[in-house]
C-alpha cells in the first residue's frame, strides 16, 4: 500500500492529472486495448467460425446506411460477408499483439546489445555498432518486404498463414532492434563513467552484475519512451506487410489485412470496409504517439515545461 501512495504521490502522475491531451489519449488507447483484448466476449460474431458466415451477407451496408434498420451488422459486412464490428475488434487484437511483441523482442535485442557494448567497449562495440549501421542503412519495411517474401516463397502461403503472427514477430522485432541498441549505448557510455560505477568494480561485483543491477535501470527513461514510438511502428509496419499481401492471411484478419480486403472496393460504393478500420488504426497510432510525446517530456526534465 505504501509503493501504490508514493506513486500516487509521484510527480509522475501529478503532471499526468494536469495533462488532458495525455489523459485523453490514455483512455482511447486504453478503451481500444480493452475491447481488442475482449473480442471473443463483446463482438456479436466469431469471424473465425465459418458457419456464422454467410457469403451472401458479403457488402452489405452500416445500419445508418441499410435500409434494413434491424441489420444485426451495425458496421456492414466484408466481401466474405463477415460483421465489420466483429472482425475489426479481433482484427486490432492481432495488430496489437504484434505491436507488442515485436518491441518486446526488440528491447530484449537492442538493450542487450546497447548494454554490452557500451559497458566493454573496444571490438565488441565496433562490430556490433557497425552491424547496426548497416541494418540502419536499409528500410525497415523492405527488409520486411524481402524476409515476408523468401518465408512465403519457400514454405507456401498455407504454412505461413499458420505461423503469420510469429512471423511477423519476429521479422518486425528483429528489423528495428538499432534504434534501442544505439539510445541504450550512449546512456551506458555516460553512465559507466560515474562514481557508482567505480564503487561496484572497486568492491570486486562481476561484469554481468553491474551492467544488469545497476547500469541498466538508470537507462530505463529513454527505453520506455522509444517503446511507445515503437509499439505505433511495429502496428503500422503490420498493416503495411498485411496491405500488400505479405502478413496475415484473409481468413486472419488484423488492421491491415482488412484495409487491403476492402480496397479495391472502395470505388464501387463499399467504402466502409476500407475507410473503418483505417480510422480504427489511425486513431490508434494517434493515441501511442501522443503518449509518447507526453512521456519523452516528464522523463526528460529539460523538455518539461511547467
Known amino acids: 500500500m505504501q509503493k501504490i501512495r508514493t506513486f500516487l504521490d509521484s510527480d509522475f502522475v501529478f503532471r499526468f492529472k494536469r495533462d488532458r491531451i495525455a489523459q485523453g489519449s490514455f483512455l482511447v488507447f486504453l478503451l481500444i486495448v480493452f475491447f481488442a483484448a475482449a473480442a471473443p466476449v463483446v463482438a456479436p460474431f466469431d469471424p473465425y467460425d465459418p458457419m456464422q458466415i454467410d457469403i451472401m ?4 451496408p452500416p445500419i445508418w446506411q441499410n435500409d434494413d434498420k434491424e441489420s444485426p451488422f451495425l458496421l456492414g459486412t466484408d466481401p466474405q460477408g463477415r460483421d465489420m464490428l466483429s472482425t475489426i475488434l479481433y482484427g486490432t487484437r492481432v495488430s496489437l499483439i504484434i505491436g507488442i511483441f515485436a518491441v518486446m523482442l526488440q528491447a530484449f535485442l537492442g538493450v542487450s546489445i546497447g548494454l554490452i557494448s557500451g559497458y566493454l567497449g573496444g571490438r565488441v562495440e565496433s562490430f556490433f555498432m557497425r552491424l547496426a549501421d548497416i541494418q540502419l542503412s536499409f528500410s525497415t519495411l523492405m527488409v520486411a518486404i524481402i524476409a515476408a517474401a523468401l518465408f512465403k516463397a519457400i514454405f507456401g502461403s498455407e504454412i505461413y498463414g499458420n505461423v503469420a503472427i510469429i512471423v511477423l514477430v519476429l521479422i518486425i522485432g528483429i528489423a528495428e532492434w538499432p534504434q534501442y541498441a544505439r539510445t541504450v549505448r550512449a546512456s551506458v ?94 486513431v490508434l497510432i494517434i493515441s501511442i504517439n501522443l503518449l509518447g510525446d507526453w512521456l519523452r517530456d516528464v522523463l526528460n526534465p529539460r523538455l518539461y515545461k511547467d
Open 57 to 60: 451477407d458479403s457488402e452489405t
Open 189 to 282: 557510455l555516460a553512465e559507466r563513467k560515474k562514481e557508482y560505477v567505480d564503487a561496484a568494480r572497486v568492491i570486486g561485483l562481476p561484469q554481468k552484475r553491474i551492467m544488469f543491477r545497476h547500469i541498466l535501470p538508470n537507462t530505463l527513461s529513454p527505453i520506455l519512451v522509444i517503446s511507445t514510438v515503437q509499439i505505433a511502428n511495429a502496428i503500422i509496419s503490420e498493416a503495411a506487410l498485411s496491405f500488400l499481401g505479405l502478413g496475415m492471411p484473409v481468413n486472419k484478419p488484423s488492421l491491415g489485412s482488412l484495409i487491403s480486403s476492402g480496397f479495391e472496393f472502395i470505388f464501387s460504393g463499399s467504402w466502409w470496409i476500407t475507410v473503418i478500420p483505417s480510422i480504427v488504426l489511425i
